[in-house]
């Protein structure tokens, strides 16, 4: 346990500016009589520019995980910090202004408004901090067309494909900018060739714009798109694995 | 996020469930006609009476009248000359009533008869026959509806007032007698020794409108005041004159003693204060200003129980809308997710809500107020004949002031935003996980 605690910290050795700072992390839930233990000590740094997966099965933990880091759920206890704010302190309202203001999220069923364009989707958040309408027209468009959705600005998503949906989720999260970008499941529901454009799309994003990026999946394949990898089991991290060479996916014996 | 957004964000909602909001709104819009045309009932017959109130004038008269027995509150010449040494008061005209019958052929009735002075006399309207000048022989100006109390001397029948038949008297053409009572002749069996013989009384004119038309003569007889003071002192020469209060010993004063004096106060303003001053001294007063002022409290009260009448059925429009919201945040609860978690506000959430059902009260309020004129004036021209049967008087039953729709619009935007705000508040309360949750 404190081994995994100490890889998780140690890379911070490296020079690279800690984002997120996760200590002790505990999330337990009340099932009747039973304590179900969701997360069960977990302690890991999140580095700027970093892209991050999050990687294990159903009920693992990772969603509980990515929900936390995100506010949208409170821990039961130990500490979350976002640069040097203690989100684990903070009521739900401190929580969503942290979100419209650094944090991005990509959903795995898209989760656009079905009655909104895709241009009106992506300027929602622009929407949300309070920018007038003709500049989120202008911030929305640009990203669009950077997502190769040009010709599809006026659609509705019940217009649009899968993976189209989705790079319409993607630029709905990155037109803020945001410090980091959490994407839960992101491919869960497309075939295997959107999934990998849409990877790239996400690792591209990474690389050139150095957002910080935190994925979920349960994909150990899919994960090896990033830079590092946790591998979460029972509520524990069980390893991470660093591709700083974008190395081959290696099996690992534990799972 | 920008207000201008939260609006255009709740309109566009609204339109998504196109049905279901026309359906809410149509319930704003009976519970705003309700309550507008029920309140407009309450101006219409306000402003109506208020008006055929002020049309026979003298909002700064005053009537001062004494019925009791102390000499020395008696409103005789020198006591009404008294009351005009006060500043306020820029005229006093005493007024006299005596009762008369008044018979032609097989009809008779009895009727009062006021000494007014010759100003007020030539103020009355006149729908035949013309003012007596100043000065001339007894005759006497008709009320409109003496003529429905006239009744069969021989069967006593009331043909109006038991047959619903206005008796065929010509006040103007027939030939009219006129008798006055003379207490001091009956024998106590015969009512006719009652009377004094009979003469012939001439009829100058008879007050605008028909028999079955109201107004403030409508149903006495006039003449100058001097007239009739000479005509009754010639009558009762000797004899104690009817209503002319005596002495201790029975005998009548020398002054003529009069039952009222019409003042007429100098300023507006001032009208309230002379009738308490008035009254401190012991006298019965009424004015114009006081009726109307309690004609106006009756009909306050008749209109907010109209309103609240009305205001039952807004009550429901409004449970409508707090129905509708509820359903709208059960439907969205997803999108809530999405919006919470792409870091919209609580309070926009909240306010995106309580704006959609304000919304739906501005459309219900609007529409609503439209259709109350139309429907005011629908009820003006059935009512038109409701208002001169029952009530006697012309003019609209329904109202509309210039400011109610305003208010009404405020009203029911006010309404949808207090309907609104309590599912509102449950929305912002539903949980950012329910965008995560898969279902």
Not at chain 1, 58 to 63: A, E, T
Not at chain 2, 16 to 42: A, H, N, P, Q, Y
Not at chain 2, 251 to 279: C, Q
Request: glycine share 10%.
């Amino acid at each position: 346990m404190d081994q995994l605690k100490d890889q998780g910290k140690e890379q911070s050795a490296q020079g690279k500016k800690v984002l997120v700072e996760v200590e002790d992390l505990y999330k337990i839930y009340k099932v009747g009589d039973e304590r179900v233990r969701a997360l069960d000590g977990v302690s890991f740094d999140i580095y700027e520019g970093e892209f991050i997966a999050i990687v294990g099965t159903s009920g693992s933990g990772k969603s509980t995980l990515l929900n936390m880091l995100a506010g949208l759920e409170p821990p039961t206890k130990g500490m979350i910090k976002l640069g040097s704010k203690r989100m684990d302190r903070m009521k739900e309202k401190q929580l969503v202004r942290m979100r419209r203001k650094h944090m991005g999220f990509i959903f795995q069923s898209y989760n656009l408004i079905g009655t909104m364009d895709a241009k009106e989707n992506v300027a929602m958040p622009l929407m949300f901090r309070g920018v007038g309408a003709k500049e989120r027209d202008k911030r929305a468009k640009e990203i669009l067309k950077l997502m190769g959705l040009g010709k599809h600005m006026k659609h509705l998503p019940s217009q649009m494909s899968g993976g189209q949906q989705q790079r319409v989720g993607i630029a709905r999260a990155l037109v803020t900018n945001p410090k980091i970008i959490f994407a839960d499941e992101p491919t869960g529901n497309l075939d295997s060739g959107t999934t990998k454009e849409i990877l790239t799309i996400l690792r591209d994003t990474v690389n050139k714009k150095n957002n910080t990026l935190v994925m979920v999946t349960h994909d150990r394949n899919l994960a090896q798109v990033a830079d590092r990898v946790i591998h979460i089991k029972d509520g524990k991290i069980r390893k991470i694995e660093i591709n700083a060479n974008k190395k081959e996916i290696i099996e690992d014996e534990d799972y | 996020m920008k207000f201008s957004d939260i609006l255009k964000l709740s309109i566009e909602n609204l339109r998504r469930r196109k049905w279901r909001t026309v359906l809410t709104v149509l319930g704003v819009t009976i519970g705003t006609i309700s309550v507008v045309l029920m309140l407009s009932l309450g101006f219409g017959l306000k402003e109506t009476l208020n008006a055929e109130l002020n049309a026979g004038g003298g909002i700064n008269d005053i009537t001062v009248s004494y019925n009791g027995s102390d000499e020395d509150m008696y409103l005789s010449d020198s006591r009404v000359e008294e009351f005009m040494d006060l500043e306020q008061i820029t005229k006093a005209s005493p007024k006299l009533s005596v009762a008369m019958k008044v018979t032609t052929g097989k009809w008779g009735t009895t009727t009062w008869i006021e000494g007014v002075s010759q100003e007020e006399l030539e103020a009355i309207p006149l729908g035949q026959g013309t003012c007596p000048k100043e000065g001339e022989e007894f005759q006497i100006i008709a009320g409109n509806m003496i003529v429905l109390d006239f009744y069969d001397t021989n069967t006593f029948e009331y043909p109006y007032w038991d047959y619903n038949e206005i008796p065929p008297v010509d006040m103007m053409n027939d030939k009219i007698y006129c008798s006055m009572m003379n207490v001091e002749s009956y024998d106590g069996v015969n009512p006719d020794s009652l009377y004094s013989k009979r003469k012939q009384l001439k009829i100058a004119g008879v007050v605008e409108g028909g028999p079955e038309t109201y107004n403030a003569y409508c149903y006495s007889a006039y003449v100058e005041i001097e007239t009739l003071k000479s005509y009754l002192e010639k009558e009762y020469r000797g004899k104690t004159i009817p209503e002319q209060p005596t002495d201790r010993n029975g005998n009548p004063y020398k002054e003529w003693i009069y039952p009222s004096v019409k003042l007429t106060v100098s300023d507006t303003a001032l009208v309230e204060d002379t009738v308490t001053y008035f009254r401190e001294m012991g006298y019965q007063v009424s004015s114009q200003q006081e009726w109307i002022e309690e004609n106006n409290k009756v009909f306050d009260i008749v209109q907010l129980v109209l309103g609240g009448i009305g205001a039952v059925s807004l009550l429901v429009a409004a449970i409508g809308i707090t129905n509708t919201i509820t359903m709208s945040t059960y439907e969205r609860r997803k999108e809530i997710g999405v919006m919470k978690v792409l870091g919209c506000d609580i309070e926009n959430i909240g306010a995106m809500f309580v704006s959609e059902a304000g919304y739906i009260g501005f459309l219900g309020g609007a529409v609503g107020v439209v259709l109350s004129y139309l429907l005011s004036k629908v009820v003006n021209i059935v009512g038109a004949s409701f208002m001169t049967e029952a009530i006697g008087v012309a003019g609209n039953l329904s109202m509309i002031p210039l400011w109610l729709p305003f208010v009404a619009v405020g009203f029911t935007i006010l309404v949808g935003v207090v309907a609104g705000y309590f599912p509102a508040r449950k929305a912002t309360r539903i949980s950012a996980l329910a965008a995560i949750r898969n279902d």
